[in-house]
């Protein structure tokens, strides 16, 4: 069970910060609290006192007596961002210029030198490892997922234990050379080890404690980490364990003999922002986002392109999605688009297109072959005359599924259309084909040799041809075969100024061809529904004010022969 006082939850915090990292400072307090120190503090008190009192963790104090206290129980120090402060170990290390073999060695022994010159280093037990330190990357290799002791490395921990994150204002060692072998087949372990590496740039602090006995500081066994600060390109700081501001001091049990406890604490030591600095800082922001936005206006620009009255504007982003169930490998799809009177599409928009070549694989029973082809449909539809009886026609897509053979010799598998849905949203519409078919076996083997087969001179015919004219048309004697089915992925946008009524009768209007308001067909079918409704309604109500005997006479007169 825990000692009040102590905090048994160690895990990190994440904060957000706008202004520099430079700014942060982190006040560290590091106190030996162990049963000798008491025994010292209890010999010195007098007689009477001592009895059989009990020694309780409880009960200890920050502010140890006199007699008996060591000054190298306790240390506090303030640290600034990427501070460095040396440790026992480095100071014995780089005294000797024969040890420093690179740039960040000959530094730190041109800084140790300084620290003696002025009268040594303040700090004894609390010293840091900064981002440039060779601790960082070793550490980095062998966390912890928990805070649990005997825990167990799993398959993905180890390998992310190997996961390297990119340095901050850091530049490759390469420099602009370019690289002869950009693709590297055949990766090795080193290989891969080397080169994962995760794109966000972050920086990594270390503060450690060296928690070593009376006149043996400087052993690597006994430096523990205190305090983990990491802080990336976006302002996000991670420190782990979390600032003690409203939590008890974290404890550190060594292990050994004597089994030594340290207490420490951490606080977050930063400058506050004044109120008027706040306030600038505020304004500025207020200022620098006002500043955006008129840029993006201007990029935008302030009018909104509207359509004529009575005009729609339909856009469709669509995709080709697949074909399947087609005898030959090697699909392709030529399609267009047709636009029924009244409809129009911008001049630079193209309304016809085929897709890429695709070879088919088996899924379950059928070949499919995935095309993934997008496209894009821009068309706008125009009331001229309300007076018109014919009711508008939505464009349709015809298209035709065609295989290539070995020698580059292409048979049409299908032909097909789908009408653009008249709703705006999401569709996903699978159009079913048919190929024209000559009786015999003649016209198959010259297909399957030499690639000829019957074809549509015009693939209106798949539905009613936009030259045809007459009242009946009949398609007695023309043989077809049903072949496989190709899958459309459409999106559809629609724009007009009828979106924007609000009547009761354009509510109950379903189709948006009825919102434009300007079909008379339409129209004067719903005016006549409501004037039958209200001359039944009018009826009945005339029916039931009569008297029963006259009803029921002429009731029985209509009966009789």
Known sequence: MEEPGWSADAGGAVYRSR????NLRIRVHIQRVTSTSLLLQQLQQPAGRQGNELISLATFSSHPAASGYCPDDEEEAVIGWQEKLFSQFEVDLYQHESVCHTPLDRQYHQEILKLEKSGGRKNYRIFTY????????LEERCQKVTSSE????SFLAERMANLRRRRQDRRPTEGSVLKSRIITWKPSEEFIKNNHVINTPVQTMYIMGDLGPYGMLGHREYEHVLCTVKVDGNGVITV??????TKGAYRIELDGEKRE?????VENASAQVQREEEEREQRMFRDLYSRHKEYLNGLVGSDFEMTLPGALRLFVNGEIVSAQGYEYDHLYVHFFLELPSRWSSPAFQQLSGVTQTCATKTLGRDNVAYFSYPFTLEMFFTQEDESEGSLPQWPVIYFEVLSLDY???????GYGSVVLPAAPGFHTLTAPTWRPTELGTVSELRRFFIGGSPELEDMTYVRVPGIFKGECLSRFGFRTETTGSVTFRLHCLQQSRAFLESSALRKRMQCVLDRLGGFSQQNSLYSVLEAFQRARRRMQEARESLPQDLIST???TVQQP
């Open 554 to 556: 002429s009731a029985s």
């Open 150 to 153: 005997q825990e167990v490395p």
């Open 240 to 245: 782990k364990p979390d600032f003690t501001s």
């Open 19 to 22: 202004d520099p990292v430079r």
């Open 407 to 413: 020698w580059q010799r292409y048979r049409v598998e």
């Open 261 to 265: 406890l340290w207490r420490y604490t």
């Open 130 to 137: 900064t981002d440039h330190d060779r601790f960082t990357n």
